[in-house]
């Protein structure tokens, strides 16, 4: 089943900061984020490992809750660069990966 | 982290033929997948390929409907069969990042539209 993320869409102003959550029904062994972009590629952003280990990258950083099944995304002093679609991913067995349902964020000016 | 070409960027296709896409890496990878995202949606695997071997397909995907190729290491093709406008989606190849992590690279898409 699909992890769930919440919210489904975003809207700030340029500066603050936003918080997206994923919900697993299942196991977490390891999450990982992406954003995309109208009309691009979903782009990496950072693993979540079970054990606590994870990668930040400039001032977006995530937790990994193993025990609840859920992963959030912390996006601080946000900039316009981080409009888009957010997208967090796990592993179901084998070489079977799958995404959640998204958040759409925009940042305004 | 790997580089990866897709052909075509975008069709415009009629109910009832088919379209192969091609995806090509930069990179010797074991695995190559195809995902399929339709209209504001999330990504939802297709199959995964293994060269050497026949693809293995996800619930809801037959070969048939996707036959896919992988003929060597670098390259693979997702053909889609007896287009309906159903089939209108972008679809995406990626392979794995490296043998630690299942982070995903992904390449340009294939933005398909079927009249």
């Known amino acids: 089943q699909q992890p769930v993320q919440s919210p489904q869409a975003v809207i700030l102003r340029e500066g603050e900061d936003a918080v997206i959550n994923c919900s697993s029904s299942?196991?977490?062994?390891?999450v990982h984020w992406y954003r995309q972009k109208h009309g691009e590629a979903p782009i990496f952003l950072m693993i979540?490992?079970?054990?606590?280990e994870q990668k930040g990258h400039d001032k977006i950083s995530a937790s990994f809750n193993e025990k609840k099944q859920q992963s959030s995304l912390y996006l601080t002093a946000s900039q316009l660069s981080y409009s888009g679609t957010y997208f967090c991913?796990?592993?179901?067995?084998?070489?079977?990966?799958?995404f959640g349902t998204g958040t759409r964020l925009k940042v305004l000016a | 982290s790997a580089v990866i070409s897709q052909k075509p960027s975008r069709d415009i296709c009629q109910r009832g033929t088919s379209l192969t896409i091609q995806c090509q890496v930069d990179s010797q990878v074991t695995m190559m997948f195809w995902y399929r995202q339709q209209p504001g949606q999330s990504l939802t695997l297709i199959a995964t390929?293994?060269?050497?071997?026949?693809?293995?397909?996800e619930s809801g995907f037959v070969i048939d409907k996707f036959p896919i190729s992988r003929p060597n290491l670098t390259f693979s093709t997702l053909t889609v069969s007896n287009m309906s406008p159903e089939d209108s989606s972008i679809y995406l190849c990626s392979v794995d990042g490296d043998g630690y992590t299942d982070t995903q690279y992904f390449g340009p898409g294939t933005r398909l539209t079927v009249l």
């Open positions: 390929a293994n060269q050497g071997s026949e693809a293995t397909y």
């Open positions: 991913g796990t592993e179901r067995g084998t070489y079977k990966y799958i």
């Open positions: 299942k196991a977490l062994y390891s």
């Open positions: 979540l490992l079970k054990g606590g």
